[in-house]
Antibody, heavy 116, light 107 residues
Framework: QVHLQESGPGLVKPSETLSLTCTVS????????WSWIRQPPGKGLEWIGF???????NYNPSLRSRVTMSLDTSKNQFSLKLSSLTAADTAVYYC??????????WGQGTLVTVSS | DIQMTQSPSSVSASVGDRVTITCRAS??????LAWYQQKPGKAPKLLIY???TLQSGVPSRFSGSGSGTDFTLTISSLQPEDFATYYC?????????FGGGTKVEIK
């Protein structure tokens, strides 16, 4: 069974850069798309973007200028960097395996709070 | 971006009831639609993809239909564990977008 686990800081200061890592176990990172999705407290879901195992990326235009995704096949991990943080970036951040039209496996999510 | 509009935003129902949730896309998305169930404090769980294909392990009381712009998720006989928030998601066009959610509450 594929398992995803997010890791990273729970508190980040405004204007700083958030760095999150998703570790994949129970399966290879190869041959799949890997996405980040976020959910502000009490609100809906927003797709941030994906990274393909080849390194190809596709970002949500609303965040494109601030987002960088990458992966490390040797560690079976992929990562998210989101820069110039504001309070509006406070959310639970999920990593997920993305296949054609659906997100089939999700991490448990990690709450990131942007506050000084 | 393709806007996904769910209705109702919330519904009160009893165990055993049939519940139907609708999702409308702002433009045609063929059958590129998925449904998710989310319980408080948990990640969303995939229920249905490609509009009507049941994900492995999901009970058969869940079903999906539709194509183009109008889609439905039906729970044929609501069970206690089904009280949750449900989201639709389109995958026809980037950026991928979700509906605003429908909360199914206990009557």
């Amino acid at each position: 069974q594929v398992h995803l686990q997010e890791s990273g800081p729970g508190l980040v200061k405004p204007s700083e850069t958030l760095s999150l890592t998703c570790t994949v176990s129970g399966g290879s990172i190869s041959n799949y798309y890997w996405s980040w999705i976020r959910q502000p407290p009490g609100k809906g879901l927003e797709w941030i973007g994906f990274v393909y195992y080849s390194g190809t990326t596709n970002y949500n235009p609303s965040l494109r200028s601030r987002v960088t995704m990458s992966l490390d096949t040797s560690k079976n991990q992929f990562s998210l960097k989101l820069s110039s943080l504001t309070a509006a970036d406070t959310a639970v951040y999920y990593c997920a395996r993305h296949r054609s039209d659906q997100f089939e496996y999700w991490g448990q999510g990690t709450l990131v709070t942007v506050s000084s | 971006d393709i806007q996904m509009t769910q209705s109702p935003s919330s519904v009160s129902a009893s165990v055993g009831d049939r519940v139907t949730i609708t999702c409308r896309a702002s433009q045609g998305i063929r059958s590129w639609l998925a449904w998710y169930q989310q319980k408080p404090g948990k990640a969303p769980k995939l229920l249905i993809y490609t509009a009507s294909t049941l994900q492995s392990g999901v009970p058969s009381r869940f079903s999906g239909s539709g194509s183009g712009t109008d889609f439905t998720l039906t729970i044929s006989s609501l069970q206690p564990e089904d009280f949750a928030t449900y989201y639709c998601q389109q995958a026809n066009t980037f950026p991928l977008t979700f509906g605003g959610g429908t909360k199914v509450e206990i009557k």
